[in-house]
Structures are given as C-alpha cells and as structure tokens.
C-alpha cells in the first residue's frame, strides 16, 4: 500500500502521468544520481582493492611459472647441447688418434718389411752368386774329365775296331784335330 | 501505472520509487527500480569475477578463463593506449567498462530495467570522466596543459581560429560520451518493444494479419542479436573513449 501511495506521489511530481519522457525526467535525477554514486563508488572500491588485484596476481602467478619453466628448459637445452659438442669433439679426438696410431703403425711395419726384404734381397742373391760359381766350377771340371774319359773311350773303340794299339798321343792328336 | 498499456515502448523506462528515502531540499531521494538494477549489475560483476579468481587454479576453468580475458582485454587496452602511468587508472577503465557492459547486458532481459537508458546516468559517467581528464592534466602538467587547446606550429591568426574551435570539440566530448550509450540502448530497447509490439497487435487482429506478425516477429529476432553486439560495443566504445581523453591528460602533447 505504502509503494503505491510513494509511486503515485514521485508521479505526480513529474513522472509518466505528468508526460515528461521517462528518461529525461528530471525529477528522477536526484535519485539516480546518488544511488549511482554509491553503487559506482562500491564497484570501483571492490574492483580495485579486492578483485583486480586477485585476478592480476593469478595471471602473474601463472606468468612467472611459465617463464619460469620455459628458462628451465632453455637451461636444460643448452646443457643437452654443451654434452652433444663434448661428445662430438671426444669423438672426433678419438678418430683422429686412431688415424695417426694407425699410420704409424702402418710406416713402421712397412720399413720394417723393406729393411727384411732388403737383407732377404741381398742373402739370396749371393747365394745365387756362389751357387753358380759352384755350378762353373763343377762344370769346368767335369768337361775336363769328360775330354779324358772320351779320349780313353775313343782309344779303346779304335784298338778294339782295329785291333791295333793306339797310343795316347795320337788320340790327343786326333781330338785335337776334329776340335779344330 | 498497472493501467498503463501493455506494449507502450516507453514505459519499460519508467521510474518507480521502492521506498523513499530522504528529502534533500525540494528533492525527493528514493530507492527506485533504476537503483535496484544499479546494484544487480554491481552484485553480478563483482559475484562473476570472484568467483571466477576463487580457486585462482594455474590452469584456468571455463568460468576462469572469462574473468581472465575481461581483465586482459582492458589491461591490454589501458597498457596500449596509456602506458606505464596509465595503470593507476586501469581499475577506473575497468569499473566502467564492466558497468556499462553488464547494465547493457541485465537491460536484455525482458522486464529487466535498463540502467544505461537513462540520460542521468551515462551524463554523469561522461561529466565525471572528463572532470577527470581535467583535474589529472592539470595535476600531472599544472597550467601548461591547457596548451592542448593552444595549437603550436601556426600563424597566430589561425590560432585564434583553431583554438576556440579545440575548446568546444573538448567541451562536446561529455557530450557526445554521454549521448552516444544513452542513444543507442534506449533507440535499441524503443526498436525491440515496437517490434513485440506488433507481432503482438497483428496476431490479435486476425486473419492476414495474424499470418503476416511473422515479418516483424523475424525483425524483433533480428534486432536482439544485434542489440546484444551493441551493447558490447557501447561498453567497449565507452573504455576506448575514456582511454582516449585520459591519455590527454596524461600525454597533452600528441
């Protein structure tokens, strides 16, 4: 009953009864501007001292998190790469000891096969040398023997076809001559 | 008031006292239903982004992640345009923003009483932003900001021209702030009802009629849709102007 009788006297003063248009009313002004006021004044107190702050340290919190793990990660990249270098570098140290490990072994063992070979080289060939100054020598001797042992054959062939006696002088003689 | 016709467009603007209050001289201070949605919207801010921030969790929930892009959709605005000194008037952008949007808003909802269609509301956001800029420039410049209606780098002749000129383009800003939300949800509310209000009227005529309410039934559609982008864009409009003027204020050189 009350709020009718309140709505019916803010009518009178000017409300929709009076034609003003509602929202230019301007006995309604007063009102709205106070209750504005303190409404506005309570949003802006609670936005800034209470909901703003929350929401602003929940996106600062989640920020430094995310920096905060991406740096990490940054860090244990870098690591992983610092050990991936180390390891390439120990390598290629390792492949090139071994490469020169290889190559001296290879340039010793080789001289140590020319310098054999070389001894081996001149052994043989003196072997070959008095070998076939043996092989001369035996050779120079058995002709001598084999000219006696012919001229011997040759006396006992013509005595025994002839049947007369040869002497040695003769045979020598006749040697001699189909040598000649 | 009970006898007033049901599909009048303006009456959905009408101001009714809840209880009284006091009189201050002539004038008469009531609770009034603009009141009462002046509080709903406070109340559904300040409810929605506490509970939102309420378990602050590191990854976000749905009702979370919402609160997080209201604050870093204004954060970013007040950052962009104000700069570092700007950040003393990010909770004010913000309060303005989120008042004149989630007014529009509530306004959206039949019987609900639109706020922001109220001159006297969105004239003294506009008044108080541009008081404001005022004090704040002279605060941060003292008297030399008033050079920003003294054009530099010109005849003094044309000065003489361009200045008063300057005076009443900041003189109309309040102006056209204010006017501008005010327009458009009480245009876009006027629209919406007018629409209600034939399909309405040509169903109760019968016949061709009541086959043809379907044209202005699609336009009240229609018109909701767009109505809701407007009233995102009229909060929206209302925290770049603010940041605009403001950035006078702070920076009277540009």
Redesign the interface.
């Known amino acids: 009953m009350?709020?009718?009788e309140?709505?019916?006297?803010?009518?009178a003063?000017g409300?929709?009864e009076s034609g003003a248009?509602?929202?230019?009313?301007s006995?309604?002004?007063?009102?709205?501007?106070?209750?504005?006021v303190i409404?506005?004044g309570?949003?802006?107190f609670?936005?800034?001292r209470?909901?703003?702050p929350?929401?602003?340290?929940?996106?600062a919190?989640?920020k430094a998190?995310i920096d905060g793990d991406m740096a990490r990660a940054q860090a244990l990249k870098d690591e992983t790469e610092a050990a991936v270098r180390h390891y390439e570098k120990a390598l290629g140290d390792a492949k090139a000891n071994a490469n020169d490990i290889a190559r001296d072994t290879k340039s010793k063992v080789t001289s140590e096969i020319d310098g054999e070979q070389a001894t081996l080289d001149g052994a043989l060939a003196k072997k070959i040398k008095d070998a076939e100054a043996r092989v001369a020598k035996a050779k120079a001797k058995a002709m001598e023997s084999v000219e006696a042992i012919a001229g011997e054959s040759a006396a006992d062939i013509v005595s025994s076809l002839t049947g007369g006696k040869t002497t040695k002088a003769a045979v020598a003689k006749a040697i001699a001559a189909s040598k000649g | 008031m009970a006898t007033a016709p049901v599909n009048d467009p303006i009456h959905q603007f009408k101001m009714n006292s809840i209880f009284d209050l006091f009189k201050v001289g002539d004038h008469q201070i009531s609770f009034t239903n603009s009141a009462l949605f002046m509080g709903i919207t406070v109340l559904v801010i300040v409810g929605f982004l506490l509970m939102a921030a309420g378990r602050g969790a590191l990854v976000p929930g749905r009702l979370q992640s919402v609160g997080e892009l209201w604050y870093s959709f204004i954060r970013k605005m007040v950052d962009d345009m104000l700069g570092e000194e700007g950040a003393m008037f990010f909770p004010l952008v913000f309060s303005l923003f989120s008042f004149v949007l989630v007014a529009n808003m509530i306004g959206m909802f039949p019987y609900f009483f639109t706020v922001t269609s109220q001159l006297i509301v969105t004239a003294a956001l506009a008044v108080f932003v541009i008081l404001l800029v005022v004090v704040v420039g002279i605060w941060k410049h003292g008297f030399h900001w008033f050079a920003l209606f003294w054009p530099s780098g010109m005849p003094t002749i044309l000065k003489l021209v361009v200045g008063p000129i300057e005076v009443i383009s900041f003189l109309s800003r309040p102006v056209s702030l204010g006017l501008r939300l005010f327009g458009n949800m009480l245009a876009g509310h006027i629209v919406l009802k007018l629409f209600a209000g034939f399909v309405v009227s040509m169903i109760a005529a019968g016949g061709i009629a009541a086959v043809g309410s379907i044209a202005p039934m699609f336009m009240a559609v229609a018109l909701t849709g767009m109505e809701f982008l407007v009233a995102f864009l009229q909060a929206f409009v209302f925290a770049v102007l603010t940041c605009v003027y403001l950035n006078d204020a702070l920076h009277p050189g540009h």
């Open positions: 009350a709020t009718t309140t709505t019916e006297s803010t009518g003063k409300g929709h248009f509602p929202p230019l009313d006995s309604s002004f007063p009102s709205q501007l106070f209750w504005l409404f506005f309570a949003l802006y609670l936005m800034s209470l909901v703003l929350k929401l602003g340290a929940i996106l919190t989640r998190q």
